[in-house]
């Protein structure tokens, strides 16, 4: 095995387009591992801790796009380079075939030829604040979708924002739908009257999808990033998205979803809603919502909770909490079903999640049941695990977390890390059920129920040659609008023997039936 690095010089693709093209050369012939990224100092770092930085990398600027890759034996670095080569003119020919003949350089050039008013920036972190202060100091609202931007700029940059009265959401801001346009990772809406400002991507999919699915619809979904909820940051963006979402005409009822802010942020967010002239719903994920009661507001407690009390205020019914969409004696059967196959020792869950927020609801609806989870994310703090690459008892990972996406793609893109724990599980004697969240929507894999039934296949053919049974359970973060569409991954997966439940929340409750034995 050999590592090799290649340097192009003064050669950019953005965050989006690197992680795309990491993922579709990793499938080349020949390839352990690989990796591309523009060469910062962070990326190089990264590469240097994944062993994949060869002196020629090290050489490497900020401008230059670096090539990292391991080899086996018998590949031909010539050879995969070219492959390599084609991707990148392919995806290059897409983008501008997308965008038009004409590709503007700068934010100057693009608002010579076109009338926008926000722009998207994907940069590096290291340049990433430059671009967006010129966006905002040009009356543009900017979602900013890169990480490693210091929390210093982020709060230059939010000021700044509001000065102008423009939104600034992110950095690290994956999802958004505005005025109907999906941004980021985001699915295929209905247009509707419920506006979501949130802190968490896979959280603002989730409850919009859920939404769409039941027949009502989204006027705009506002991602904030994850830090400004922060006690530094002091919710400068989730102020600014809701007194947007008051004055939004299209918007009638307001859904705030994040995790729990620092006290003096929810003194101010609970303040400005003291006055709001339009109902809302507060769902601060894993948080005391004994506050918010306390005043007399809507709390949910799951981000499933959170959409169904927003369809409830829609329809201008009271909320009724449902366990299951099932009668309870289908639910029951289905349970013994799984149960009756186990072995003696078979009595743990595994849940892994490219989806952190759904990863916690999930944590937060079993623990309500009295199953402890240990996890790389947990709400209990004794219950970190040591090593989140090693499942005790119990055990809930969060694969979309920094540790496992450092200088590889997101997990709703490469599915790799995924497909080897599962198969990892399987060998568990101990475990019983494999849960899953699968999302879709634009900028997620092609076909992620594909990647996963793969595996679930392998997984349960292992446990069945030890004599044992493997439960699979799954739920699907997407629509009929999504280029994946729900129902033909939905197929996908139970063809594979996965159980396949209407939401996050649900499968969440049913795996606990299933290694609980009783409903």
């Known amino acids: 095995m050999s590592v090799k690095n290649i340097v192009k010089k003064n050669r950019y693709l953005d965050s989006v387009l690197l992680m795309l093209v990491s993922n579709q050369i990793k499938e080349l012939h020949g390839i352990v591992k690989a990796s591309v990224m523009m060469g910062t100092d962070n990326n190089r770092e990264l590469l240097a801790s994944d062993g994949l930085l060869t002196g020629e990398g090290k050489e490497a600027g900020p401008n230059d796009l670096l090539i990292a890759l391991s080899l086996e034996d018998n590949g031909d670095p010539d050879k995969i380079l070219l492959e390599i080569e084609k991707f990148l003119s392919s995806k290059r020919k897409a983008s501008n075939e997308e965008t038009g003949s004409i590709t503007p350089k700068s934010i100057e050039s693009a608002l010579n030829i076109m009338d926008a008013n926000m722009v998207v920036i994907s940069l590096p972190g290291d340049y990433a604040r430059w671009e967006a202060e010129k966006a905002l100091m040009n009356g543009l609202h900017v979602m900013l979708f890169s990480d490693n931007v210091s929390v210093e700029d982020e709060i230059e940059l939010k000021t700044l924002a509001r000065e102008k009265g423009l939104l600034l959401m992110g950095p690290d801001c994956g999802t958004s739908i505005i005025n109907n346009v999906a941004l980021g990772f985001a699915n295929i809406l ?145 349970a013994e079903k799984e149960y009756s196959k186990f072995s ?27 199953v402890r989870i240990n996890s790389n994310a947990p709400i209990r703090e004794e219950l970190k695990l040591k090593n989140s690459k090693k499942s005790v008892k119990h055990t809930f990972v969060d694969m979309g977390d920094d540790e496992f996406t450092r200088g590889v793609p997101h997990p709703m893109i490469d599915f790799t890390l ?51 049974y493997l439960s699979c359970v799954a739920s699907i973060t997407g629509t009929a609008k999504d280029p994946q569409n729900r129902e033909n991954q939905k197929k996908i997966l139970e063809d594979a023997g996965v159980i396949v439940m209407p939401s996050n929340a649900r499968a969440a409750r049913f795996s606990a039936i299933v290694v609980g034995r009783e409903a």
Do not use: W
């Open 190 to 334: 209905n247009r509707g009257n419920i506006g979501i400002v949130g802190a968490s991507g896979t959280g603002i999919q989730e409850v919009t999808c859920l939404i769409t699915n039941a027949g009502f619809g989204i006027s705009q979904a506002i991602g904030t990033g994850g830090r400004d909820l922060s006690v530094r940051v002091g919710g400068l963006t989730m102020i600014g998205a809701l007194e947007a979402l008051i004055e939004d005409g299209d918007t009638e009822i307001i859904l705030l979803i994040s995790k729990p802010p620092s006290p003096e942020v929810e003194e101010r967010i609970l303040e400005l809603l003291e006055n709001c002239p339009k109902p809302f719903i507060i769902n601060f994920l894993g948080g005391n919502e004994e506050k918010s009661k306390k005043m007399g507001y809507k709390v949910a407690k799951t981000l499933e909770e959170a959409a169904h009390m927003a369809i409830a205020l829609v329809k201008k019914e009271d909320y009724k909490k449902v366990d299951f969409n099932y009668p309870v004696d289908e639910i029951k059967a289905l």
């Open 344 to 370: 003696h020792d078979q009595k743990y869950i595994r849940g892994l999640y490219s989806g952190g927020s759904v990863c916690e609801e999930a944590n937060i609806v079993l623990d309500d049941l009295g």
């Open 418 to 468: 995924r497909k080897e724990r599962i198969i990892e599980e399987a060998k568990d004697p101990e475990c019983a059920v494999i849960l899953m969240d699968v999302v879709l929507g634009l900028g997620a894999h092609e076909n992620p129920a594909g990647e996963i039934a793969s595996a679930v296949v392998k997984a349960k053919k292992i446990a069945g040659e030890e004599g044992r």
